[in-house]
């Protein structure tokens, strides 16, 4: 049972052949119809009552209207008009009209909208099914235009213009690149300012050619099994790397102790000069002395670079001091430096293939403890 509501004037449907139809109105929630069942529509009489109007199939528009009249005796116009406006005879059937008809009580209007009923029973599909079941089926036709096409590109535009041959909007177009897109059929950077013009057809062919050009490996076990050999590792690992960063501290020391001993030497030679050129003797004897002096500091700094292939700079100067001073450490403690460098190059390719926000608990607080 149907609820009709108020309308003005509005289009009616058209004539179809006879055809099971489910009959509601317009902005109220149809009643379910089981197969079988009789099919009825309320409709609002002027003495404030509803009445429910049966409508079957073989029922003609007179029977309809004599329906009506008997049920409010008061009402003294029944017409039911088609889209156009026209009036529908009164031997046409009800179940003739198809899509909108209006039954227009003297100066009411109620406007009735017809639906093919589904009927899972036999079944039948609607209107709606069947357009998605063809808009599928061009899917599958471009999909399969795309696949056999031997480019290795194609313009964007020609994509949407063959959607738009079969009949697809550009909306439906771009679902469906994207979806071939998801799926690895195709590729298609619509983000990219360069690139979203274009589909590339054939993705393995890129992919190779991304892979050879930046020397890519893909990964050939699972995270899991990455994440168990490098708790595995940490277990060697992580004693000798807290053993390294002691080193590592103490050859710092030493360094930034070695520089002030440096500053400290110059600080001396400064004075034992100054106090030479104007105490003990004179500019004229001390002339030759200074630049014999600052002749020795070129020689000194010329060797470091012969010998370490570096600038004598202060920098370099105290970086070749934190070296002395770890290697003699090394020495001294039996550390296996060659051991924690190829634990540590296992360690970061790892963490990488894991990226850092799955890396083990363990190995992110000792990081952070020596930070």
């Keep these: 049972m149907l609820v009709l509501p108020r309308y003005s004037n509005k289009t009616a449907g058209k004539l179809l052949p006879q055809q099971r139809t489910r009959f509601f109105c317009s902005a109220v929630r149809p009643v379910k119809v089981s197969l079988g069942s009789v099919k009825q529509i309320v409709l609002p009489l002027k003495s404030g009552e509803e009445r429910a109007f049966s409508l079957r199939p073989n029922q003609s528009v007179r029977q309809l209207i004599s329906s009506i009249r008997e049920e409010d005796p008061s009402i003294s116009s029944v017409v039911v ?3 156009n406006g026209n009036r529908v005879s009164h031997l046409a059937k009800i179940g003739e ?3 909108n008809f209006q039954i227009r009580v003297d100066s009411e209007t109620f406007e009735v909208n017809v639906q093919n009923e589904i009927l899972e029973e036999m079944n039948v599909l609607t209107n709606s099914e069947v357009n998605d079941l063809c808009t599928k089926a061009y899917y599958r036709k471009i999909r ?3 696949s056999e096409d031997k ?3 194609m313009p964007y535009n020609e994509y949407l213009q063959w959607c738009s041959e079969y ?5 439906q177009g771009q679902e469906l690149s994207k979806a071939l897109h998801l799926s690895g059929e195709i590729i298609h950077f619509k983000n990219n300012r360069e690139l979203k013009d274009f589909l590339f057809l054939h993705p393995e062919e890129l992919t190779n050619a991304v892979t050879h050009a930046l020397e890519l490996k893909y990964m050939k076990i699972g995270a899991a099994e990455h994440r168990a050999t490098l708790d595995k590792i940490l277990e060697e690992y992580i004693p000798l790397d ?5 080193y590592d501290k103490k050859a710092q020391t030493y360094a930034n102790r070695s520089m002030y001993g440096i500053f400290g030497y110059l600080v001396g030679q400064f004075s034992v000069l100054a106090h030479m050129v104007w105490v003990d003797f004179n500019w004229d004897i001390m002339e030759p002395v200074t630049y014999f002096v600052f002749l020795t500091t070129m020689i000194v700094g010329y060797t470091f670079f012969v010998k370490f292939s570096q600038e004598f700079t202060y920098d370099a100067l105290k970086d070749r001091q934190r ?4 290697r003699r450490l090394y020495l001294s403690n039996d550390f296996n430096w060659r051991r924690w460098k190829a634990l540590d190059s296992e360690v970061g390719d790892l963490v990488h293939k894991l990226g850092a926000a799955n890396a083990p608990l363990r190995l992110l607080n000792h990081n952070k403890q020596n930070e």
């Design 81 to 83: 008009t088609d889209s």
């Design 97 to 99: 009209l198809n899509h």
């Design 144 to 146: 399969q235009r795309l």
């Design 151 to 153: 480019r290795h590109h």
């Design 167 to 171: 009949g697809l909007t550009e909306e």
């Design 242 to 246: 807290e053993e390294k960063r002691l």
């Design 323 to 326: 070296k002395k001073a770890l």
